[in-house]
């Protein structure tokens, strides 16, 4: 695996969209895994920006959210539907129908994150898939114990998901339960990048790309992936090894 450290959060950020862009320069009809949430937030900034200003087109593209909390409706205010809409769809121009998500308000969230994977597989599976990393290691919402062959599926929060996520919810509103495309599914993918960035993250990232490879750290699954890359700021990065970065 990869690792890229840069000196700032900024830094790491522009590095990933460098590669989503030219994921989709080369291959204009990529398909793209994309996660919502803050670490993100300015690497689809810097995609707007090359979309405005460089030409940069997403016109034959096509963008699978990575998960979405069960019980929500897209245009939901904390739905990651709606979040990537609003930072990276509608921005860069994506049409409509090629911007793609789990259905979190369908009768049978189990038939959904079953039908959302044959979309997936349909689409030729994934070009790239863009990942952020939580304070539990968990990469999308596949939480700790998740298997490496797991497919996209519906999961039960941990408890340390839903308090870092309860800032966009209600008091008592946090959902319980997501669906979430699987680790298997991101194994899949012909490139995978995983973005940390920030002290907080510190403690995960060491776990994920210095300790033991095993279930429990699932985002330690991307180390036996061929072309992943860890692109890290320094503060995310102190606690690896010396010379990992």
Known sequence: ?????????EEACVHAARIVAETVTARPAAVLGLPAGRTPGPVYGELARLHREAGLS?????????????????DHPASFRRALD???Y???????????????????????????EAEIAAAGGFDLVLLGLGGNAHVAFNEPGSAFDSPTRVVTLDAATRAANRATFAPDEV???????????ILAARRVVLLATGAAKAAAV??????????????????QHA?????????AASRLTPGRG
Not at 1 to 9: A, K, Q, T
């Open 1 to 9: 695996m990869e690792i890229v450290v840069l000196p700032s959060p």
């Open 58 to 74: 997403f016109a034959r593209a096509r963008a699978f959210n990575l998960d979405e909390y069960v019980g929500l409706a897209p």
């Open 175 to 185: 959902p319980r339960q997501a669906i979430t495309i699987g680790i298997g599914t």
């Open 90 to 116: 509608r921005p860069v121009g994506l049409p409509a129908e090629s911007a793609r998500s789990p259905d979190g308000r369908a009768p049978d969230p189990a038939a959904a994150a079953r039908a959302y």
């Open 206 to 223: 060491a776990r994920a790309l210095d300790g033991p490879i095993g279930v429990e750290v699932p985002a330690s699954a991307l180390r």
């Open 227 to 235: 072309d992943a890359t860890a692109i890290l700021d320094g503060a």
């Open 86 to 88: 609003e930072a990276l």
